[in-house]
């Protein structure tokens, strides 16, 4: 195949487990990184960080525009990139923290 067009919508079934869609998608944002003297920077921005991670998920909830959501197994709220919807979930247990029982 040939190179995928990052702003191309791609089937949402990525976020429930759809191998084929999360490696496309992984492959569309590596292409919109890049690695120097150890520090990944962000194609799209001036984003960077010695951690691929934080890259990564900094391009999937800023400029990747795949139509993916990750939904809330509590609410059903969705979110773009995975590390919103794990700053979403810290809000639900949280609240859990707080209920006392009786």
Do not use: F, W
């Amino acid at each position: 195949g040939g190179m995928m067009d990052p702003a191309m919508p791609i089937a949402a079934a990525g976020a429930d487990g759809n191998k084929e869609v999360r490696n496309i998608r992984n492959t569309v944002i590596s292409t919109m990184m890049t690695k120097e003297l150890g520090v990944y920077h962000c194609n799209e921005c001036h984003y960077a960080s010695k951690h691929r991670g934080h890259v990564v998920e900094h391009v999937e909830g800023q400029h990747l525009e795949d139509g993916l959501k990750y939904t809330c197994k509590y609410c059903s709220k969705q979110y773009k990139g995975r590390d919103q919807l794990r700053k979403h979930h810290r809000t639900h247990l949280k609240e859990a923290d707080h209920i006392i029982i009786q």
